[in-house]
């Protein structure tokens, strides 16, 4: 239902109906014990298809330590490795920590954070159990990014500690260890992690009893001839920091009261963005926003499928390809990439940029050319390229995937329903890295966070049950991965956001949509603390904003505005 339509009374009921649904299919959802361990709801998938397997490093490794009765046990003593101290330094551990087994996790995104959590929060302190594990979270990056609202952290509507907190703080006092490193193989035949450090390269291996590989997708720019030079992705901190540099690089190129005559709009910023799925609209219509409207921007966008949000619920698809022609955003659909490359100007405009700059020469106007499905071709003319198409892998023996990994021919793990590495025992891999069935499970955060408490159950259960060796009714049972899609939510716009859930249940567009979108995000957070400092430090800039706007209202000002946002000098 439109908005408008929305009484307050029935926006909070919807508030708390979307909100209650988010947390019960969460990672922190309470979970009951019973005489056996944990009974939380069983789920179910079919079983993955089987896979090629590449070569492992060719290094002789520590033998594995005998503290855990798992499936290997070597005759000799353990070599140890230093631990992994809490605040994200190479430390001494205690003789008590070195009784349990220890727990690997690779990639700190939605779903190997959520993990990590949740792992740390089941019952290990059961009298026959398994001793609480030692949980170390390895990521290459100082950030967790919460991806939703990246682009609120680009025009500052959202602060860096509510969308991009750092590991140590949104980890501390939860008994999870984090280590900033960068993997560069996994000997799983041994347990062994090798990774170095990423400023000084140093070495360092890493045993674990139960690894879990949440390393995402990786962007391969390189599918496409001079799209790395050119084209900016839209994931991490640096890529929203790089982005706002550059629009205020377009503001200082633009004035804001435009001069150009009646003949033409060569004076309009001309902006592709590459990919028609959630990310580009939102990126698309925030963008065209940001720089002013359709009076003083030109957005494309390009899309190799046959609509805009084909994978969108109708609600949704249907709210935002309206904003998308109500903002007089172009759309190409069916249209390919094939090559970017610059302009004859291209020279000029980088010599005549007076506004300092931009590291290296990638910000300069280009020619994305490009192809339909009939065959012709055509030339965008571009001043900002924004790439926000699928990541692809090249499935090349780097990082996780240097290793006897089983993975199909995009790089991906292949694992059964029990998100199980298909062959290995004690290795689990969730979120866009994996490929649990033969039609995989969309990209999304949604399910990277739903395969969290799965992972970690089902760690938790193995590590039980071979810790005391249980067998019969005393094992634990493994569960398999079943998704519910709990609906879709997207920005549209500073004050314009829809949201589809509940099977339908639930839709809303507007105003009202975009505030309870930040509420629910909120709720989501990894942390209580995190949702909390999210929630009022939401309330806060909002309410901050609409001050700003009132003021302006009232001494009719209009300067430096751009389509109703305040441009952040920063």
Not at 384 to 400: D, H, Y
Not at 424 to 452: E, H, W
Not at 458 to 480: E, H, T, V
Request: hydrophobic share 35%.
């Amino acid at each position: 239902m439109p908005a408008c339509s929305m009484t307050p009374i029935r926006l909070v009921l919807a508030a708390l109906i979307a909100c209650h649904a988010i947390v019960q299919s969460s990672a922190f959802a309470p979970v009951s014990i019973s005489p056996s361990g944990i009974a939380p709801p069983l789920n179910s998938a079919p079983v993955s298809p089987g896979a090629r397997r590449l070569s492992v490093l060719s290094t002789t490794y520590p033998p594995f330590r005998n503290t855990f009765s798992g499936r290997r046990r070597p005759t000799s003593s353990p070599i140890l490795p230093t631990a992994l101290s809490a605040t994200g330094g190479l430390g001494e551990e205690s003789s008590a920590e070195r009784t349990g087994p220890r727990v690997c996790v690779i990639g700190g995104g939605f779903g190997g954070l959520n993990a990590a959590l949740t792992l740390a929060n089941l019952p290990w302190s059961m009298s026959d159990g398994c001793p609480k594990p030692t949980i170390t979270l390895v990521d290459d990056k100082e950030r967790f990014v919460f991806l939703p609202l990246l682009y609120e952290l680009c025009v500052d509507a959202a602060s860096v500690e509510e969308v991009a907190p750092t590991y140590r703080s949104l980890l501390e006092g939860t008994g999870v260890r984090f280590e900033r490193r960068d993997v560069t193989g996994v000997d799983v035949e041994n347990r062994v992690v090798y990774t170095i450090e990423p400023t000084s390269s140093s070495p360092c291996t890493m045993t674990y009893d139960a690894l879990v590989i949440a390393t995402g997708a990786q962007m391969n720019l390189d599918a496409i001839p001079g799209a790395r030079d050119f084209a900016l992705p839209f994931y991490t901190v640096d890529h929203c920091y790089e982005l706002r540099r550059r629009f205020n690089v377009l503001d200082s190129r633009q004035p804001i009261t435009s001069t150009r005559d009646k003949k033409g709009d060569e004076e309009k910023v001309e902006v592709v963005i590459v990919g028609g799925g959630y990310s580009g609209v939102e990126l698309a219509l925030n963008t065209l926003e940001r720089l002013g409207g359709a009076e003083q921007c030109s957005v494309t966008l390009v899309h190799r499928g046959d609509e805009a949000l084909q994978y969108a619920t109708d609600y949704n698809r249907k709210t935002g390809q309206d904003r998308l022609e109500k903002a007089g955003i172009r759309v190409l659909t069916g249209t390919t990439v094939c090559e970017i490359i610059p302009t004859s100007s291209a020279k000029a405009d980088l010599e005549d940029d007076s506004s300092g700059g931009l590291e290296g020469s990638s910000f300069r106007t280009c020619l994305v050319k490009v192809i339909d499905r009939k065959g012709h071709r055509s030339d965008l003319r571009t001043d900002l390229l924004l790439w926000t198409a699928g990541a692809t892998s090249a499935n090349a023996p780097i990082g996780v995937l240097n290793s006897l990994l089983p993975r199909d021919s995009d790089g991906r793990i292949v694992t059964g329903p029990y998100l199980r590495a298909k062959g290995l025992d004690n290795i689990f891999a969730l979120g866009d890295c994996s490929r649990a069935r033969k039609v995989p499970y969309a990209a999304t955060a949604q399910v990277a966070m739903q395969q969290a408490p799965v992972v970690a159950w089902n760690i938790f259960a193995y590590l039980n049950n071979n810790y005391n060796r249980r067998g019969g009714d005393k094992s634990l049972k493994l569960l398999p991965f079943s998704y519910l899609d709990l609906g879709e939510m997207m920005t549209l716009g500073n004050d314009d956001a829809t949201i589809s859930s509940l099977g339908g249940l639930v839709q809303l567009s507007g105003p009202g949509a975009s505030v309870l979108r930040r509420l629910i995000y909120a709720v989501r957070m990894p942390t209580a603390r995190q949702g909390l400092t999210a929630a009022v430090e939401g309330a806060q800039r909002r309410l901050q904003l609409s001050r700003i706007g009132e003021v302006d209202s009232m001494q009719g000002r209009k300067g430096e505005k751009r389509g109703g946002k305040p441009i952040q000098w920063k």
